[in-house]
Antibody
């Protein structure tokens, strides 16, 4: 059974970089697209970005970021470690949220059919 | 940018039918997805492409989408259905994923 697990620092200082990793176990990164999504406490979901890896594009490694975060986000894939990562630079308190990684699959019309349990990241000095 | 609007809360009695709506400009022209998020848990896909249920999702969950409104209907609502429900669509102009604000379903 495929599982996703987020990991990374739980506390980040303002103006620094938030870095998270999503580890994929029990399955392959190939043939799916991989996403980061966040949720501030008590609020709705916000999509951060996507890594294409053969789900919808023949060339793996392409990315698509939320317009509102595009200037601060970088996502990358490490197939040798079965992981993908998120870097968000110049963070502020507004970036405090639960961060989820999620998979998109052709079987479910490229919707988020598998999610990690999430990791809470707080931005504070 | 494209926006999806959901009512903050909906209440339903056990065994009755709950209807949760999501509105957006010409939303019927796009596919809508629904996620269930129980307290303290990550979201779970319950409806995709307006009406399709992933394997393992009970038949009491159904979806529709027409005009400016999509709806998630839960027939014979059970206590376990109490959760936040999030709608989602694709903003074709910015090629990005959009979520509604979420609706808290209370079963009482």
């Amino acid at each position: 059974q495929v599982q996703l697990q987020e990991s990374g620092p739980r506390l980040v200082k303002p103006s620094e970089t938030l870095s998270l990793i999503c580890s994929v176990s029990g399955g392959s990164l190939s043939g799916h697209d991989w996403n980061w999504i966040r949720q501030p406490a008590g609020k709705g979901l916000e999509w951060i970005g996507r890594l294409y890896n053969g789900g919808r594009m023949y060339n793996g490694g392409g990315t698509n970021y939320s317009p509102s975060l595009k200037s601060r986000v970088t996502m990358s894939l490490d197939t040798s470690k079965s992981q993908f990562s998120l870097n968000l630079i110049s963070v502020t308190a507004a970036d405090t949220a639960m961060y989820f990684c999620a998979r998109e699959s052709a079987e479910t019309g490229y919707q988020f059919d598998l999610w990690g349990q999430g990791t809470l990241v707080t931005v504070s000095s | 940018s494209y926006e999806l609007t959901q009512a903050p809360s909906v209440s339903v009695s056990p065994g009755q039918t709950a209807r949760i709506t999501c509105s957006g400009d010409k939303l019927g022209d796009r596919y809508v997805t629904w996620y269930q998020q129980r307290p303290g848990q990550s979201p779970r896909l319950v409806i995709y492409q307006d009406t399709k249920r992933p394997s393992g999702i009970p038949e009491r969950f159904s979806g529709s989408n027409s005009g400016n409104t999509a709806a998630l209907t839960i027939s014979g609502t059970q206590a376990m259905d109490e959760a936040d429900y999030h709608c989602q669509a694709w903003d074709t102009r910015t090629t990005s994923v959009i979520f509604g604000g979420g609706t808290k379903l209370t079963v009482l």
